[in-house]
């Protein structure tokens, strides 16, 4: 999922093992993308798992985190901007919130190769 906003850049799916990094775009949305391609929105499945690095200090105040968590990407409708993480402590916080440059890799994309499918549809 990629915020409406976001709808204008080129985007991709993300994928297992990548790493990415926060990016603020030029329409001011709070995205990912992979480190040396800003123009290119990287789209997380709902339920992705993600191990995210340096999370600012005020937010770890706020949400009882710490620095460095493993967390789920989720759609969060409470706000005008809906991508945005789930803690293991049950805080959330949108993408915007995070702000840019922090680190992220996908530990679990929920997504199925396509020869992978194929190969359990046999």
Same mark, same amino acid.
């Given at each position: 999922?990629?915020?409406?906003?976001?709808?204008?850049?080129?985007?991709?799916?993300?994928?297992?093992?990548?790493?990415?990094?926060?990016?603020?775009?030029?329409?001011?949305?709070?995205?990912?993308?992979?480190?040396?391609?800003?123009?290119? $929105?990287?789209?997380?499945?709902?339920?992705?798992?993600?191990?995210?690095? %340096? /999370?600012? *200090?005020?937010?770890?105040? #706020? +949400?009882?985190?710490?620095?460095?968590?493993?967390?789920?990407?989720?759609?969060?409708?409470?706000?005008?901007?809906?991508?945005?993480?789930?803690? $293991?402590?049950?805080?959330?916080?949108?993408?915007?919130?995070?702000?840019? %440059? /922090?680190? *992220?890799?996908?530990?679990? #994309? +929920?997504?199925?190769?396509?020869?992978?499918?194929?190969?359990?549809?046999?």
């Amino acid at each position: 999922m990629c915020d409406y906003s976001l709808e204008a850049y080129r985007s991709r799916p993300a994928r297992e093992g990548e790493q990415y990094v926060t990016h603020r775009f030029s329409s001011s949305t709070v995205g990912f993308i992979a480190p040396g391609d800003p123009m290119t $929105a990287i789209c997380m499945a709902c339920d992705t798992k993600l191990n995210l690095e %340096g /999370i600012p *200090a005020a937010l770890q105040t #706020a +949400l009882g985190i710490k620095a460095n968590e493993t967390v789920t990407f989720a759609r969060l409708d409470e706000s005008i901007f809906q991508d945005g993480v789930r803690f $293991a402590n049950g805080s959330q916080t949108t993408l915007q919130r995070l702000g840019p %440059g /922090i680190k *992220a890799e996908v530990i679990d #994309a +929920l997504v199925v190769p396509h020869r992978e499918r194929q190969a359990v549809e046999s």
